[in-house]
């Protein structure tokens, strides 16, 4: 991304009508239930797959990728997360909402590990912990 390009922020909201708008205008709904959006996505996870198959672990960033490998991986990542939100919205999930709040059970399986304030050498005193509420 260039320094003087702005980042877009798009919603899921966004997405999500614009695919609706998309199989609309193309008379897909018919073909839209949540088994066939489900196998569709499977499908898009593997081939995002296949990008990584033979790379072995490779590094944050991707800092020896081609830019058109980067490329090619953003756009089965977009497939897989297009698939996703439209299965979401066939099924009347809402999908921020339910991550927002998988997050919030996420943390109480999974407590965060008390820490040492290293400033002070003392350990941390807030054992505050995500609800369903916060």
Not at 25 to 51: C, F, Q, T
């Given at each position: 991304?260039?320094?003087?390009?702005?980042?877009?922020?798009?919603?899921?909201?966004?997405?999500?009508?614009?695919?609706?708008?998309?199989?609309?205008?193309?008379?897909?709904?018919?073909?839209?239930?949540?088994?066939?959006?489900?196998l569709?996505?499977?499908?898009?996870?593997g081939?995002?797959?296949?990008?990584?198959?033979?790379?072995?672990?490779?590094?944050?960033?991707?800092?020896?990728?081609?830019?058109?490998?980067?490329?090619?991986?953003?756009?089965?990542?977009?497939?897989?997360?297009?698939?996703?939100?439209?299965?979401?919205?066939?099924?009347?999930?809402?999908?921020?909402?339910?991550?927002?709040?998988?997050?919030?059970?996420?943390?109480?399986?999974?407590?965060?590990?008390?820490?040492?304030?290293h400033?002070?050498?003392?350990?941390?005193?807030?054992?505050?912990?995500?609800?369903?509420?916060?």
């Amino acid at each position: 991304m260039d320094m003087g390009e702005e980042k877009e922020v798009v919603s899921l909201g966004t997405l999500s009508k614009k695919m609706d708008d998309f199989a609309k205008a193309r008379d897909w709904e018919k073909y839209h239930s949540p088994r066939n959006l489900l196998l569709a996505m499977v499908g898009e996870v593997g081939e995002l797959s296949e990008i990584f198959q033979w790379r072995g672990e490779v590094e944050r960033g991707l800092p020896d990728w081609k830019e058109e490998d980067k490329v090619h991986l953003g756009e089965e990542l977009s497939d897989v997360l297009l698939y996703l939100v439209r299965l979401s919205d066939v099924c009347g999930v809402d999908l921020g909402k339910a991550a927002l709040r998988k997050l919030g059970l996420n943390a109480i399986k999974y407590p965060a590990p008390k820490h040492t304030d290293h400033c002070v050498g003392e350990h941390s005193s807030d054992n505050t912990k995500l609800t369903e509420d916060n």
